[in-house]
């Protein structure tokens, strides 16, 4: 009994040790593991330093380019601002920018970000994977932050959009913020007349 388990334990332990350099060479034939990236070194079996080509990424629409214009609103006495205005992008292309914010009060406060869209049917193209507008943020007195907005458009847009606006508002949570300006003047109260009898 104690021959056969160890001829099993020694079978399992041998099936482990070449799983790995069957599995490479599995990946290598039908290129299964290397999809993410357009061209790469691929070791181990005799490829190490040869050249493997790979498809392009088949979802980015090279034939057009979009314009995305960043903005930043600050509703409080903080700096916010995006790390550059515009960039062009091709629809299923990645892209990351960056936007900076400082706390320039003398108080720990805690803030969020809102998106907007211009024009509004972006909004449902506009894929966001990374943003700082997913969570709430505390920053200390004076600190600085940059944050990633890291997206990709869905090249399913419509081909008459050629510039979205991506615009965050940033707000401070729980704080005290301003009313909004109404735009109408105030009246001044006069005496009271009675009607005329």
Same mark, same amino acid.
């Not at 999809?35 to 090279?62: I, Y």
């Not at 320039?104 to 507008?133: G, T, W």
């Given at each position: 009994?104690?021959?056969?388990?160890?001829?099993?334990?020694?079978?399992? $332990?041998? $099936? +482990?040790?070449?799983?790995?350099?069957?599995? /490479?060479? &599995?990946?290598?034939?039908? +290129? &299964?593991?290397?999809?993410?990236?357009?061209?790469?070194?691929?070791?181990?079996?005799?490829?190490?330093? =040869?050249?493997?080509?790979?498809?392009?990424?088949?979802?980015?629409? /090279?034939?057009?380019? &979009?314009?995305?214009? $960043?903005?930043?609103?600050?509703? +409080?006495?903080?700096?916010?601002?995006? %790390?550059?205005?515009? &960039?062009?992008?091709? *629809?299923?292309?990645?892209?990351?920018?960056?936007?900076?914010?400082?706390?320039?009060?003398? =108080?720990?406060?805690?803030?969020?970000?809102?998106?907007?869209?211009?024009? =509004?049917?972006?909004?449902?193209?506009?894929? /966001?994977?990374?943003?700082?507008? $997913?969570?709430?943020?505390?920053?200390? *007195?004076?600190?600085?932050?940059?944050?990633?907005? %890291?997206?990709?458009?869905?090249?399913?847009?419509? /081909?008459?959009?050629?510039?979205?606006?991506?615009?965050?508002?940033?707000?401070?949570?729980?704080?005290?913020?301003?009313?909004?300006?109404?735009?109408?003047?105030?009246?001044?109260?006069? *005496?009271?007349?009675? *009607?005329?009898?």
């Amino acid at each position: 009994m104690v021959g056969k388990l160890a001829v099993v334990a020694l079978g399992m $332990f041998a $099936f +482990g040790y070449v799983l790995i350099p069957i599995y /490479k060479h &599995i990946c290598e034939l039908t +290129g &299964i593991n290397i999809l993410s990236l357009s061209e790469r070194q691929v070791p181990g079996n005799g490829t190490a330093g =040869r050249d493997v080509k790979l498809p392009a990424n088949s979802q980015v629409d /090279k034939s057009r380019t &979009i314009t995305v214009e $960043f903005d930043a609103n600050a509703r +409080g006495p903080w700096d916010f601002k995006p %790390a550059q205005r515009s &960039i062009q992008v091709h *629809p299923g292309e990645l892209a990351t920018v960056m936007y900076e914010f400082q706390n320039v009060q003398d =108080r720990r406060m805690a803030a969020q970000a809102i998106p907007s869209y211009a024009p =509004r049917q972006a909004a449902a193209h506009f894929n /966001k994977l990374e943003c700082f507008c $997913f969570s709430q943020y505390t920053l200390e *007195p004076g600190e600085k932050r940059e944050w990633p907005v %890291a997206f990709v458009i869905d090249p399913r847009i419509s /081909k008459d959009v050629t510039t979205i606006t991506l615009s965050y508002t940033f707000f401070e949570v729980g704080g005290r913020t301003p009313a909004a300006p109404t735009g109408e003047a105030p009246v001044a109260a006069g *005496p009271k007349q009675e *009607p005329a009898s």
